[in-house]
Protein backbone atom coordinates (compact mmCIF):
# COMPACT_ATOMS: atom_id res chain seq x y z
CA UNK A 1 0.00 0.00 0.00
CA UNK A 2 1.02 3.53 -0.88
CA UNK A 3 2.86 5.39 2.02
CA UNK A 4 1.29 9.05 3.17
CA UNK A 5 3.89 10.78 1.03
CA UNK A 6 2.41 9.11 -1.53
CA UNK A 7 -0.81 9.61 -0.95
CA UNK A 8 0.43 13.84 -1.00
CA UNK A 9 2.04 13.19 -3.93
CA UNK A 10 -0.99 11.94 -5.30
CA UNK A 11 -2.67 15.19 -4.29
CA UNK A 12 -0.72 17.38 -5.30
CA UNK A 13 -0.17 15.73 -9.03
CA UNK A 14 -4.48 16.00 -9.23
CA UNK A 15 -3.94 19.71 -7.92
CA UNK A 16 -1.46 20.23 -10.58
CA UNK A 17 -3.72 18.61 -12.99
CA UNK A 18 -7.36 20.34 -12.31
CA UNK A 19 -5.30 23.24 -12.36
CA UNK A 20 -3.58 22.96 -15.70
CA UNK A 21 -6.86 22.26 -17.22
CA UNK A 22 -8.62 25.06 -15.44
CA UNK A 23 -6.19 27.92 -17.47
CA UNK A 24 -5.76 25.81 -20.60
CA UNK A 25 -9.58 25.92 -20.51
CA UNK A 26 -9.62 29.57 -20.22
CA UNK A 27 -11.28 28.85 -16.83
CA UNK A 28 -9.15 30.88 -14.99
CA UNK A 29 -6.14 33.16 -15.51
CA UNK A 30 -8.00 34.26 -18.81
CA UNK A 31 -6.70 37.93 -18.58
CA UNK A 32 -7.53 41.17 -20.54
CA UNK A 33 -5.45 42.96 -22.94
CA UNK A 34 -4.59 46.22 -21.20
CA UNK A 35 -3.01 47.84 -24.56
CA UNK A 36 -4.51 50.37 -26.51
CA UNK A 37 -6.82 49.99 -29.90
CA UNK A 38 -3.76 51.78 -31.99
CA UNK A 39 -3.28 52.29 -35.37
CA UNK A 40 -5.31 49.70 -37.87
CA UNK A 41 -3.56 47.28 -39.32
CA UNK A 42 -3.79 46.82 -43.09
CA UNK A 43 -5.32 43.28 -44.18
CA UNK A 44 -3.20 43.38 -47.06
CA UNK A 45 -0.12 43.49 -44.58
CA UNK A 46 -1.00 40.62 -42.18
CA UNK A 47 0.42 37.11 -43.11
CA UNK A 48 -1.76 34.90 -43.78
CA UNK A 49 -0.95 32.18 -40.67
CA UNK A 50 -0.89 35.16 -38.36
CA UNK A 51 -4.45 35.97 -39.56
CA UNK A 52 -5.06 32.37 -38.58
CA UNK A 53 -3.63 32.86 -35.80
CA UNK A 54 -5.64 36.06 -34.56
CA UNK A 55 -8.78 34.73 -35.67
CA UNK A 56 -8.46 31.79 -33.37
CA UNK A 57 -8.45 34.11 -30.43
CA UNK A 58 -11.94 35.96 -31.72
CA UNK A 59 -13.95 34.60 -28.40
CA UNK A 60 -11.89 36.81 -25.99
CA UNK A 61 -9.53 33.66 -25.06
CA UNK A 62 -6.25 32.48 -25.94
CA UNK A 63 -4.86 32.47 -29.75
CA UNK A 64 -3.99 28.80 -31.45
CA UNK A 65 -2.24 28.06 -34.32
CA UNK A 66 -5.04 26.14 -36.60
CA UNK A 67 -4.04 23.17 -38.15
CA UNK A 68 -4.25 24.74 -42.13
CA UNK A 69 -2.28 27.58 -40.59
CA UNK A 70 1.05 26.25 -41.61
CA UNK A 71 -0.77 25.09 -45.16
CA UNK A 72 -1.93 28.68 -45.89
CA UNK A 73 1.70 29.82 -45.37
CA UNK A 74 2.91 27.52 -47.69
CA UNK A 75 -0.04 28.62 -49.81
CA UNK A 76 1.18 32.36 -49.75
CA UNK A 77 4.84 31.31 -50.15
CA UNK A 78 3.77 29.93 -53.45
CA UNK A 79 2.63 33.25 -54.10
CA UNK A 80 5.75 35.04 -53.57
CA UNK A 81 7.88 32.81 -55.65
CA UNK A 82 9.82 31.30 -52.39
CA UNK A 83 8.25 27.75 -53.22
CA UNK A 84 7.01 27.00 -56.75
CA UNK A 85 4.32 23.92 -56.67
CA UNK A 86 2.94 22.11 -59.62
CA UNK A 87 -0.45 20.40 -58.70
CA UNK A 88 -2.76 17.79 -60.39
CA UNK A 89 -6.11 17.46 -59.04
CA UNK A 90 -5.48 17.14 -54.81
CA UNK A 91 -1.67 15.96 -55.34
CA UNK A 92 0.66 18.84 -55.37
CA UNK A 93 4.78 19.03 -55.75
CA UNK A 94 6.71 21.21 -53.94
CA UNK A 95 10.06 22.53 -55.01
CA UNK A 96 12.26 25.72 -53.30
CA UNK A 97 12.39 28.55 -55.45
CA UNK A 98 13.81 31.84 -54.24
CA UNK A 99 13.74 31.92 -50.47
CA UNK A 100 15.28 35.67 -50.09
CA UNK A 101 14.93 37.68 -46.80
CA UNK A 102 11.73 35.23 -45.10
CA UNK A 103 10.70 35.56 -41.45
CA UNK A 104 11.27 33.36 -39.15
CA UNK A 105 8.63 30.68 -39.43
CA UNK A 106 8.51 30.90 -43.21
CA UNK A 107 12.21 30.18 -43.26
CA UNK A 108 11.29 27.25 -40.34
CA UNK A 109 8.80 26.16 -43.07
CA UNK A 110 10.55 26.32 -45.97
CA UNK A 111 14.16 24.10 -44.25
CA UNK A 112 11.28 21.60 -42.97
CA UNK A 113 10.11 21.00 -46.53
CA UNK A 114 13.27 21.00 -47.86
CA UNK A 115 14.35 17.71 -45.36
CA UNK A 116 11.53 16.51 -46.88
CA UNK A 117 12.20 16.60 -50.55
CA UNK A 118 13.96 13.53 -52.81
CA UNK A 119 14.95 13.95 -56.21
CA UNK A 120 12.50 13.48 -58.65
CA UNK A 121 12.90 11.55 -62.77
CA UNK A 122 13.99 15.27 -64.49
CA UNK A 123 16.47 15.76 -61.85
CA UNK A 124 14.54 18.37 -59.42
CA UNK A 125 14.70 18.44 -55.22
CA UNK A 126 10.68 18.02 -54.62
CA UNK A 127 8.28 16.95 -51.87
CA UNK A 128 4.60 15.88 -52.61
CA UNK A 129 1.38 15.71 -51.05
CA UNK A 130 1.93 12.03 -50.22
CA UNK A 131 5.03 12.46 -47.79
CA UNK A 132 3.86 14.82 -46.28
CA UNK A 133 0.97 13.39 -44.96
CA UNK A 134 2.89 10.02 -43.84
CA UNK A 135 5.94 12.23 -42.60
CA UNK A 136 4.08 15.41 -41.03
CA UNK A 137 6.02 17.34 -38.47
CA UNK A 138 6.32 16.27 -35.21
CA UNK A 139 5.51 18.13 -31.72
CA UNK A 140 8.78 20.17 -31.21
CA UNK A 141 8.72 21.40 -34.61
CA UNK A 142 5.46 22.67 -34.05
CA UNK A 143 6.11 23.96 -30.47
CA UNK A 144 9.10 25.93 -31.85
CA UNK A 145 7.28 27.08 -34.97
CA UNK A 146 4.01 28.26 -32.76
CA UNK A 147 6.55 30.29 -31.01
CA UNK A 148 8.19 32.22 -33.79
CA UNK A 149 4.17 33.12 -35.12
CA UNK A 150 3.43 34.47 -31.66
CA UNK A 151 7.03 36.32 -32.02
CA UNK A 152 5.91 37.52 -35.27
CA UNK A 153 1.91 38.09 -34.13
CA UNK A 154 3.45 40.11 -30.97
CA UNK A 155 6.01 42.51 -33.28
CA UNK A 156 3.17 43.62 -35.11
CA UNK A 157 0.55 44.69 -32.08
CA UNK A 158 -1.82 41.94 -32.95
CA UNK A 159 -0.82 39.43 -29.57
CA UNK A 160 0.31 39.79 -26.44
CA UNK A 161 1.62 37.42 -23.64
CA UNK A 162 -1.45 35.80 -21.37
CA UNK A 163 -1.30 35.29 -17.52
CA UNK A 164 -1.66 31.64 -18.00
CA UNK A 165 1.60 31.38 -19.68
CA UNK A 166 3.42 31.50 -15.83
CA UNK A 167 0.83 29.38 -14.05
CA UNK A 168 1.50 26.46 -16.52
CA UNK A 169 5.64 26.99 -16.98
CA UNK A 170 5.35 27.15 -13.03
CA UNK A 171 3.00 23.84 -12.95
CA UNK A 172 5.82 22.16 -15.45
CA UNK A 173 8.51 22.87 -13.56
CA UNK A 174 6.57 21.01 -9.92
CA UNK A 175 5.12 18.07 -11.91
CA UNK A 176 8.33 17.47 -13.80
CA UNK A 177 10.43 17.44 -10.72
CA UNK A 178 7.92 14.80 -9.66
CA UNK A 179 8.16 13.29 -12.50
CA UNK A 180 12.18 12.76 -12.53
CA UNK A 181 11.91 11.69 -9.15
CA UNK A 182 9.06 9.40 -9.54
CA UNK A 183 11.50 7.63 -12.61
CA UNK A 184 14.50 7.48 -10.81
CA UNK A 185 13.21 5.97 -7.93
CA UNK A 186 11.37 3.29 -9.73
CA UNK A 187 14.04 2.57 -12.12
CA UNK A 188 16.41 1.72 -8.84
CA UNK A 189 13.66 -0.22 -7.86
CA UNK A 190 13.04 -2.51 -11.51
CA UNK A 191 17.14 -2.42 -11.08
CA UNK A 192 17.28 -3.84 -7.60
CA UNK A 193 14.21 -6.47 -7.95
CA UNK A 194 15.87 -7.91 -11.21
CA UNK A 195 19.07 -8.42 -9.71
CA UNK A 196 17.80 -10.03 -6.38
CA UNK A 197 15.26 -11.53 -7.61
CA UNK A 198 12.79 -10.52 -5.54
CA UNK A 199 9.81 -8.78 -7.47
CA UNK A 200 8.22 -7.37 -4.17
CA UNK A 201 10.99 -4.83 -4.43
CA UNK A 202 9.54 -3.22 -6.96
CA UNK A 203 8.20 0.23 -5.78
CA UNK A 204 5.40 0.50 -8.67
CA UNK A 205 3.70 3.31 -6.84
CA UNK A 206 6.81 5.73 -7.89
CA UNK A 207 6.88 4.39 -10.83
CA UNK A 208 2.91 5.29 -11.94
CA UNK A 209 3.31 8.86 -9.91
CA UNK A 210 6.46 9.41 -11.95
CA UNK A 211 4.58 8.58 -15.47
CA UNK A 212 1.73 10.62 -14.46
CA UNK A 213 4.09 13.38 -13.25
CA UNK A 214 5.78 13.63 -16.42
CA UNK A 215 3.04 13.26 -18.54
CA UNK A 216 1.50 16.74 -16.22
CA UNK A 217 4.90 18.14 -17.22
CA UNK A 218 4.26 17.43 -20.93
CA UNK A 219 0.79 18.43 -21.16
CA UNK A 220 1.69 21.69 -19.59
CA UNK A 221 4.36 23.01 -21.70
CA UNK A 222 2.37 22.26 -24.66
CA UNK A 223 -0.42 24.15 -23.20
CA UNK A 224 1.75 26.92 -22.27
CA UNK A 225 3.23 27.57 -25.71
CA UNK A 226 0.08 26.56 -27.63
CA UNK A 227 -2.35 29.44 -25.50
CA UNK A 228 0.53 31.72 -24.30
CA UNK A 229 -0.83 34.83 -26.83
CA UNK A 230 -4.42 36.93 -26.47
CA UNK A 231 -5.66 39.65 -29.03
CA UNK A 232 -4.54 43.44 -28.16
CA UNK A 233 -6.60 46.05 -29.12
CA UNK A 234 -5.35 46.42 -32.51
CA UNK A 235 -5.82 42.44 -33.08
CA UNK A 236 -9.75 42.59 -31.76
CA UNK A 237 -9.93 45.40 -34.66
CA UNK A 238 -8.09 43.03 -37.12
CA UNK A 239 -10.27 40.10 -36.32
CA UNK A 240 -13.45 41.84 -37.15
CA UNK A 241 -12.19 43.25 -40.22
CA UNK A 242 -10.85 39.15 -40.61
CA UNK A 243 -14.16 38.20 -40.41
CA UNK A 244 -15.82 40.59 -42.93
CA UNK A 245 -13.38 39.62 -45.41
CA UNK A 246 -14.20 35.76 -45.02
CA UNK A 247 -17.67 36.69 -45.75
CA UNK A 248 -16.39 37.84 -49.01
CA UNK A 249 -14.17 35.45 -49.86
CA UNK A 250 -16.37 32.85 -49.43
CA UNK A 251 -18.40 33.89 -52.35
CA UNK A 252 -15.20 33.95 -54.68
CA UNK A 253 -13.45 30.55 -53.00
CA UNK A 254 -14.16 26.87 -52.92
CA UNK A 255 -13.43 23.88 -52.40
CA UNK A 256 -11.81 23.11 -56.07
CA UNK A 257 -9.42 26.19 -55.44
CA UNK A 258 -5.48 25.16 -54.57
CA UNK A 259 -2.18 26.23 -54.30
CA UNK A 260 -1.11 29.04 -56.52
CA UNK A 261 -4.76 29.35 -58.23
CA UNK A 262 -4.71 33.09 -56.70
CA UNK A 263 -3.07 35.07 -54.14
CA UNK A 264 -6.18 35.32 -52.23
CA UNK A 265 -6.33 31.46 -51.90
CA UNK A 266 -3.73 31.66 -48.52
CA UNK A 267 -5.96 34.17 -47.14
CA UNK A 268 -8.86 31.83 -47.91
CA UNK A 269 -7.70 29.19 -46.03
CA UNK A 270 -6.24 30.54 -43.02
CA UNK A 271 -9.69 32.16 -42.30
CA UNK A 272 -11.35 28.45 -42.80
CA UNK A 273 -12.65 28.45 -46.13
CA UNK A 274 -12.61 24.55 -47.53
CA UNK A 275 -10.16 25.25 -50.39
CA UNK A 276 -8.02 21.71 -51.95
CA UNK A 277 -4.89 23.62 -50.25
CA UNK A 278 -6.07 21.55 -46.94
CA UNK A 279 -5.13 18.11 -48.65
CA UNK A 280 -2.59 19.13 -51.30
CA UNK A 281 -0.45 20.13 -48.13
CA UNK A 282 -2.07 18.22 -45.51
CA UNK A 283 0.36 19.39 -42.68
CA UNK A 284 -0.90 18.39 -39.40
CA UNK A 285 -0.54 19.95 -36.46
CA UNK A 286 1.18 18.53 -32.72
CA UNK A 287 -2.64 18.94 -30.99
CA UNK A 288 -4.35 15.95 -29.62
CA UNK A 289 -7.61 17.44 -30.23
CA UNK A 290 -7.57 19.78 -33.61
CA UNK A 291 -9.28 23.10 -33.93
CA UNK A 292 -10.91 24.12 -36.84
CA UNK A 293 -13.85 26.16 -38.02
CA UNK A 294 -17.02 25.45 -38.44
CA UNK A 295 -20.12 28.15 -39.28
CA UNK A 296 -22.84 25.31 -40.20
CA UNK A 297 -24.51 25.99 -36.86
CA UNK A 298 -25.18 29.66 -37.98
CA UNK A 299 -21.99 31.38 -36.66
CA UNK A 300 -18.49 31.33 -37.44
CA UNK A 301 -16.75 29.45 -34.34
CA UNK A 302 -14.43 27.36 -33.21
CA UNK A 303 -14.81 23.76 -32.62
CA UNK A 304 -12.26 21.05 -31.03
CA UNK A 305 -12.20 17.73 -33.31
CA UNK A 306 -12.91 15.37 -30.24
CA UNK A 307 -11.25 12.71 -31.19
CA UNK A 308 -12.94 10.06 -28.39
CA UNK A 309 -10.48 7.24 -29.10
CA UNK A 310 -11.44 3.53 -26.95
CA UNK A 311 -9.89 0.46 -27.85
CA UNK A 312 -11.19 -1.57 -30.25
CA UNK A 313 -13.07 1.16 -32.04
CA UNK A 314 -14.27 0.62 -35.59
CA UNK A 315 -13.67 -3.59 -35.06
CA UNK A 316 -16.48 -5.62 -36.55
CA UNK A 317 -18.72 -7.18 -33.15
CA UNK A 318 -17.75 -10.31 -34.33
CA UNK A 319 -13.89 -10.16 -34.58
CA UNK A 320 -14.26 -8.62 -30.98
CA UNK A 321 -16.41 -11.45 -29.59
CA UNK A 322 -14.04 -14.05 -31.00
CA UNK A 323 -10.90 -12.21 -29.93
CA UNK A 324 -12.40 -11.74 -26.44
CA UNK A 325 -13.18 -15.76 -26.26
CA UNK A 326 -9.66 -16.16 -27.56
CA UNK A 327 -7.91 -14.36 -24.89
CA UNK A 328 -10.31 -15.33 -22.43
CA UNK A 329 -9.43 -18.98 -23.02
CA UNK A 330 -5.33 -17.79 -22.81
CA UNK A 331 -5.59 -16.32 -19.38
CA UNK A 332 -7.93 -19.46 -18.19
CA UNK A 333 -5.10 -22.10 -19.70
CA UNK A 334 -2.55 -20.13 -18.43
CA UNK A 335 -3.92 -20.17 -15.07
CA UNK A 336 -4.57 -23.75 -14.94
CA UNK A 337 -1.01 -24.23 -15.86
CA UNK A 338 0.48 -22.62 -13.25
CA UNK A 339 -1.63 -24.03 -10.54
CA UNK A 340 -0.78 -27.86 -12.11
CA UNK A 341 2.80 -26.72 -11.49
CA UNK A 342 2.39 -25.27 -8.04
CA UNK A 343 0.46 -28.40 -6.98
CA UNK A 344 2.62 -31.16 -8.62
CA UNK A 345 4.39 -34.18 -6.63
CA UNK A 346 7.49 -32.91 -8.38
CA UNK A 347 7.29 -29.21 -7.26
CA UNK A 348 5.79 -29.94 -3.75
CA UNK A 349 9.28 -32.36 -3.10
CA UNK A 350 11.56 -29.64 -4.64
CA UNK A 351 10.48 -27.55 -2.31
CA UNK A 352 10.88 -29.66 0.60
CA UNK A 353 14.61 -29.44 -0.70
CA UNK A 354 14.32 -25.48 -0.71
CA UNK A 355 16.61 -23.30 -1.49
CA UNK A 356 16.72 -19.14 -1.72
CA UNK A 357 16.34 -19.61 -5.46
CA UNK A 358 13.17 -21.93 -4.92
CA UNK A 359 11.39 -20.07 -2.98
CA UNK A 360 11.22 -16.85 -5.40
CA UNK A 361 10.30 -19.34 -7.91
CA UNK A 362 6.59 -20.02 -6.01
CA UNK A 363 6.57 -16.08 -6.01
CA UNK A 364 6.78 -16.01 -9.66
CA UNK A 365 4.21 -18.58 -9.98
CA UNK A 366 1.80 -16.66 -7.71
CA UNK A 367 2.73 -13.54 -9.71
CA UNK A 368 1.89 -15.11 -12.75
CA UNK A 369 -1.34 -16.39 -11.61
CA UNK A 370 -2.49 -12.90 -10.80
CA UNK A 371 -0.56 -11.97 -14.25
CA UNK A 372 -3.25 -14.36 -16.24
CA UNK A 373 -6.06 -12.73 -14.87
CA UNK A 374 -5.58 -9.15 -17.15
CA UNK A 375 -6.69 -11.80 -20.71
CA UNK A 376 -8.67 -13.46 -18.65
CA UNK A 377 -10.91 -10.14 -17.47
CA UNK A 378 -9.99 -8.44 -20.75
CA UNK A 379 -10.55 -11.05 -23.12
CA UNK A 380 -14.44 -11.28 -21.49
CA UNK A 381 -14.88 -7.75 -21.14
CA UNK A 382 -14.12 -7.63 -25.00
CA UNK A 383 -16.42 -10.85 -26.01
CA UNK A 384 -19.55 -8.92 -23.84
CA UNK A 385 -18.65 -5.71 -25.66
CA UNK A 386 -18.77 -7.55 -29.24
CA UNK A 387 -21.56 -9.64 -28.44
CA UNK A 388 -23.72 -6.49 -27.22
CA UNK A 389 -23.03 -5.14 -30.19
CA UNK A 390 -24.21 -7.57 -32.59
CA UNK A 391 -27.36 -6.53 -31.77
CA UNK A 392 -27.29 -2.66 -30.42
CA UNK A 393 -27.60 0.17 -32.66
CA UNK A 394 -27.21 3.61 -32.92
CA UNK A 395 -27.88 6.69 -35.35
CA UNK A 396 -26.75 9.79 -35.36
CA UNK A 397 -27.37 13.24 -37.62
CA UNK A 398 -24.91 15.61 -38.32
CA UNK A 399 -23.19 17.88 -41.19
CA UNK A 400 -19.99 16.39 -41.96
CA UNK A 401 -17.12 19.18 -41.13
CA UNK A 402 -13.80 17.56 -42.12
CA UNK A 403 -12.29 14.43 -43.42
CA UNK A 404 -8.63 13.35 -42.90
CA UNK A 405 -6.33 10.24 -43.41
CA UNK A 406 -5.59 9.17 -39.86
CA UNK A 407 -2.00 10.23 -37.87
CA UNK A 408 -0.70 6.75 -37.30
CA UNK A 409 2.42 8.37 -35.02
CA UNK A 410 1.31 6.99 -31.74
CA UNK A 411 0.77 2.85 -30.69
CA UNK A 412 -3.05 3.08 -30.21
CA UNK A 413 -3.65 5.28 -33.69
CA UNK A 414 -1.72 2.23 -35.00
CA UNK A 415 -3.48 -0.22 -33.06
CA UNK A 416 -7.24 1.06 -33.94
CA UNK A 417 -5.46 0.94 -37.81
CA UNK A 418 -5.32 -2.75 -37.71
CA UNK A 419 -8.30 -3.62 -35.64
CA UNK A 420 -10.34 -1.53 -38.18
CA UNK A 421 -8.40 -3.09 -41.32
CA UNK A 422 -6.45 -0.16 -42.80
CA UNK A 423 -5.26 -1.02 -45.92
CA UNK A 424 -6.17 -4.49 -45.60
CA UNK A 425 -7.77 -4.40 -48.91
CA UNK A 426 -6.79 -1.04 -50.47
CA UNK A 427 -8.93 0.94 -49.18
CA UNK A 428 -7.89 3.77 -46.57
CA UNK A 429 -9.49 4.27 -43.35
CA UNK A 430 -10.33 8.19 -42.83
CA UNK A 431 -11.64 9.97 -39.95
CA UNK A 432 -14.97 11.75 -40.90
CA UNK A 433 -16.03 14.46 -38.16
CA UNK A 434 -19.82 15.22 -38.12
CA UNK A 435 -20.81 18.52 -36.25
CA UNK A 436 -24.39 17.34 -33.99
CA UNK A 437 -26.77 18.98 -35.27
CA UNK A 438 -29.20 18.59 -32.15
CA UNK A 439 -26.27 19.39 -29.87
CA UNK A 440 -23.93 22.00 -31.69
CA UNK A 441 -20.66 19.54 -30.44
CA UNK A 442 -18.59 17.58 -33.23
CA UNK A 443 -17.87 13.80 -33.16
CA UNK A 444 -14.80 11.89 -35.28
CA UNK A 445 -15.87 8.36 -36.86
CA UNK A 446 -13.75 5.77 -38.12
CA UNK A 447 -14.96 4.96 -41.52
CA UNK A 448 -14.30 2.65 -45.21
CA UNK A 449 -12.94 5.67 -47.41
CA UNK A 450 -15.32 4.61 -50.09
CA UNK A 451 -18.14 5.28 -47.21
CA UNK A 452 -17.16 8.79 -46.07
CA UNK A 453 -19.41 11.76 -47.37
CA UNK A 454 -18.03 14.87 -48.59
CA UNK A 455 -17.49 17.93 -46.01
CA UNK A 456 -20.86 20.01 -46.21
CA UNK A 457 -22.73 17.27 -46.45
CA UNK A 458 -25.83 16.48 -44.02
CA UNK A 459 -25.23 12.68 -43.10
CA UNK A 460 -27.06 9.93 -41.08
CA UNK A 461 -24.40 7.59 -39.15
CA UNK A 462 -25.48 3.85 -37.82
CA UNK A 463 -22.89 2.73 -35.68
CA UNK A 464 -23.30 0.59 -33.00
CA UNK A 465 -23.00 1.23 -29.67
CA UNK A 466 -19.78 0.38 -27.88
CA UNK A 467 -17.15 -0.31 -30.55
CA UNK A 468 -18.55 2.41 -32.80
CA UNK A 469 -18.37 0.21 -35.68
CA UNK A 470 -20.07 2.34 -38.67
CA UNK A 471 -22.62 0.44 -40.51
CA UNK A 472 -23.51 2.83 -43.13
CA UNK A 473 -23.72 6.89 -43.71
CA UNK A 474 -26.86 8.05 -45.77
CA UNK A 475 -27.07 11.22 -46.93
CA UNK A 476 -30.36 13.50 -45.59
CA UNK A 477 -32.08 16.13 -47.10
CA UNK A 478 -31.01 17.60 -49.77
CA UNK A 479 -26.97 17.78 -48.98
CA UNK A 480 -26.32 16.06 -52.68
CA UNK A 481 -23.87 13.33 -50.70
CA UNK A 482 -23.98 10.21 -52.36
CA UNK A 483 -24.63 7.15 -50.42
CA UNK A 484 -22.12 4.40 -51.56
CA UNK A 485 -22.60 1.58 -53.50
CA UNK A 486 -20.18 -0.72 -52.19
CA UNK A 487 -18.99 -0.05 -48.68
CA UNK A 488 -16.77 -2.39 -46.94
CA UNK A 489 -18.36 -1.24 -43.62
CA UNK A 490 -21.73 -2.83 -44.42
CA UNK A 491 -22.16 -5.47 -41.69
Not at 56 to 68: F, N, P, Q, R
Not at 166 to 181: C, E, M, N, P, Q
Not at 414 to 442: C, N, P, Q
Request: proline share 4%.
Amino acid sequence: MPSGLLWAIAAVLILLRVVWWLAASDKICRGTSTHDAGDPIDLANCPSVVAAFALSGADGGACYLLDHAASAAVAELVASGALNAQTNGDEAWLSVGEPLNLASDDAMLVDMLSARMSRSHDGSEVVDSGTLAHHPPRMMWWLRYRRAVASRSRAAGITEARSAFGVLIGITAVAGLIGVAGLAIGARSVISAVASLDPLALRLWWLVLGIAGGRIALDALRASVESSDMLTGAGRQLVLRLAHHRDQLSGAFGPTHGVGDSADTALATAVGLPTRVARQVPLFSSRCEPLMWSDYSGSLRLVRMHRDWRPGEGAHPRSALIGGLCAALVGVAVRWLLKRVASSEWYTSLLQEASPAVSDTERLLSIGQQVALVPLVGGTALAVIGFIDLFARRSVEGVVIDVRLPEERTAPQKLRAFLTGAGHDGVAIVEMTVERSTMGTTQTFVVDARAAAPIGAEVTIEHTVLLRRVRWVAPRGTSGAARPADSTLKS
